[in-house]
């Protein structure tokens, strides 16, 4: 991939493994005020609602406070679960406390990242709120990689929207020519960058995508090869 100077992740998903750790804080918080509840089971309703939620929340259909609400209120109806919406209210602020406490990390993301760091200005573009997102980075060990992290709040847009990509170009004081998204996101991440001029580069763990047309990996090691 010629002329790139500045490289942009996502955080969630790509780098940070948003799945195993919020495993780990809704344990933590099933296992004290909700111990009938399983995690491997609800996690298996919540991850779906979660991400079709979060669609929702890129285009603006629904508020950071619904979003919040709504994952938790769509899984528990899903499982016949009874639960009052004080409960519902505490659980979500118990999990935006305990998610980023945990630090699991895509294996190869650290090393990615040393052998990237000296060829690269390294950034980040998130749709994440802001709060957590900065003490996932700094929590995990990530904070001394990236020169800019931007996310949607900051920008007043989220993903894919081209607005976030140019405050982030802005930010890092570079130009679209130079620049390559890395997210697991087809929509938010690749198309969104694609649509603005930039290279991308998906992010597909589970190998769940055919898209000839955008260089894919899945794994993040494969970004030596490339870059």
Known sequence: ???????????????????????????????????????????????????????????????????????????????????????????????????????QLFEGAIEVLDYLLPKYNLHIITNGFAEVQYKKINNS????????????????????????????LSLAKTNKENAVMIGDCIDADVRGAIDFGMKAILFDEKNQHDWPEVQTITRLLELKNIL
């Open 141 to 168: 060990g990530l904070g001394n990689y990236f020169k800019t992290v931007t996310n949607s709040e900051m920008a007043g847009v989220k993903k894919p929207h081209r607005n976030i990509f140019e405050f982030a």
């Open 1 to 103: 991939m010629k002329n790139i100077t500045d490289i942009f992740f996502d955080l969630d998903h790509t780098l940070w493994d948003f799945d195993r750790n919020s495993v780990l804080a809704f344990d933590k918080i099933f296992k004290v005020h909700h111990p009938t509840l399983n995690t491997a089971e609800f996690i298996q309703v919540y991850a779906p609602i979660n991400q079709a939620c979060w669609k929702l929340y890129q285009v603006d259909k629904i508020t950071h406070e619904e979003l919040r609400y709504q994952r938790l209120k769509q899984s528990f109806d899903a499982l016949n679960y009874t639960i009052s919406d004080e409960a519902i209210d505490q659980i979500a602020h118990d999990y935006i406390t305990f998610l980023p406490e945990n630090n």
